[in-house]
C-alpha cells in the first residue's frame, strides 16, 4: 500500500499521545497512600473535631502522600459516600499534579487548595446525621487506575443548626452635597460572607434603605446615634410582627473614603440578646486589613455582628486592640495554635467572582482581632453557634 495511503492505527500515534503510567513495570505495584480526609465547612483539623452544620456547603479535602508514586503525573479520583445503605460516588472537582521528588508535608498541602483533590458534597450527603466517606478510586486522566489498597473510610456527622436571623438597614445620610448610601455590592458581599463562614446553613435576610438621623461629617458619636436609630427601627417593627430574634444590623456608606464611620455594637451581651444592635461601615477595601476585593463590608459586619452573640476582642495586633476576651486560646491571634491544627477552607461565591481558597490557620487571623487577612478560628465559630442555638429556643 502506498505511504500516503496507509491508514494510521491507533498504536501508531507518537507516545506523547499516550497516557504514561505513575508506577514502573512489573509484578509488584505499592498502593498509593492516602493521608486522610478532611470534611470542611469553614474551618477544621485533621480528625474533623469541628462541628458540621446540616445543610451548609461542605468540601472533602483527599491528601495524597506524593513519595508513594514512582513518577510525576496528574491524577485524579473518585469518592464514596453513605449514610447506612448504599454508596453514592463522586467525583473530584480537579486534579492534582503529584511529584514524589517533591514531598511536601501534611501541613503545606492544607494550606493550598490545589494540593488536594476537593470533593464538594451534595446535599443529599450533608443532611443531618452520620456520613461515611472512602476513597474508591484514584486514576490519571485518561489513564488507568492507581492502587490504593483498603484506605481506612472517615466517619463524621452533621448537626442541625439554626439559621441567621438578620435585618440589614442601610442609613443613607447627606454629605453636603449627595445622598449617601450603601451599594448593593455592599449588602450582597455581607450575606455571602455570613453564609460561608459563620456556623449556619441558611440565613433570613432582609435589607432596606432609610434616610439616617446623621449627617457628614461622620465622627466617634456617629455609630452611636446610627445604633439609636437601629433599636427604635428594630422596636416598632418586632411589635408589628418581625421574628424577634432578628439581628439588626446598620450599613453606612464610607464615601469613597471621605466619611468613614468606625463600627461598634450597642453592647456585648453575655447572654443570648438578639435585640443588641450593632452598624458597621462599607467602601472598597484597598488594602484593608488585606483585603482586596470589591467590599470590606463582609469581615467588617461578621466582626461587630460577632459581638451581638458575645464575643469579645482578643486583643491583637497588641496596642491596637483591648484584650477583653482572656479565653482566646491561640497566640497572636491566628485561627489555629502554631503548629498549624486547624486550617481553614473559603468555599467562595462564583457570584460574587470569589474562588475557593485554603487559609492558613498560622497566616489568618480571627475576625474578632484587627488584624489583615480575617477568617473565624473554631473558638469563635463553636461560641457563635451556642449562641445561635440559645437565640433560637427563646
Known sequence: MPAEKRRVSGYDKPARMRPVSMFKSGPTR?????????????????????????????????????????????????????????ETYLPSMNTVRIDPGKPIEIGRQRTD???????????????????????????????????????????????????????VIGLRYNNG??????????????????????????????????????????NESTADLANAQLAALRSREVSSGIDPRTHYFGLVDD??????????????PGTPQ??????????????????????YADWYGAHELGHTFGRYHPGFPPG???????????????????????AGLDVGDSALNLAMVALGGTEHHDVMTYADDQWLSPYTYKAILDRLIAEDAL
Open 177 to 218: 452635597e449627595a445622598a449617601i448610601s450603601p451599594a448593593a455590592i455592599h449588602f450582597a458581599f455581607l450575606k455571602s460572607f455570613l453564609l460561608r463562614a459563620y456556623p449556619i446553613a441558611s440565613i433570613e435576610w432582609s435589607q432596606i434603605v432609610v434616610d439616617a438621623d446623621f449627617r457628614a461629617p461622620l
Open 274 to 295: 438578639p435585640d443588641v444592635v450593632a452598624s458597621g461601615p462599607a467602601g472598597v477595601p484597598k488594602g484593608l486589613a488585606g483585603d482586596r476585593d470589591a467590599s
Open 255 to 268: 464615601d469613597g473614603s471621605r466619611n468613614f464611620m468606625r463600627g461598634k455594637a450597642f453592647t456585648i
Open 30 to 86: 505499592t498502593a498509593v497512600e492516602i493521608r486522610g480526609i478532611e470534611v470542611v465547612q469553614c474551618v477544621q483539623d485533621f480528625a474533623n473535631s469541628v462541628d458540621l452544620i446540616a445543610g451548609k456547603a461542605t468540601i472533602a479535602r483527599l491528601y495524597v502522600d506524593p513519595v508513594s508514586v514512582d513518577r510525576a503525573g496528574e491524577i485524579t479520583g473518585e469518592i464514596a459516600w453513605s449514610r447506612g445503605g448504599a
Open 113 to 167: 487548595v490545589n494540593a488536594s483533590l476537593n470533593f464538594r458534597l451534595p446535599c443529599q450527603a450533608v443532611a443531618a446525621g452520620p456520613l461515611r466517606l472512602r476513597l474508591s478510586r484514584l486514576f490519571q486522566p485518561g489513564g488507568g487506575n492507581l492502587p490504593i489498597g483498603a484506605p481506612k473510610p472517615v466517619d463524621v456527622s452533621f448537626r442541625t443548626g439554626p439559621p441567621l436571623r438578620i435585618r
Open 320 to 342: 491596637q486592640q483591648d484584650a477583653s476576651d482572656a479565653n482566646f486560646p491561640y497566640e497572636n491571634g491566628c485561627i489555629s495554635p502554631p503548629d498549624g491544627m486547624f
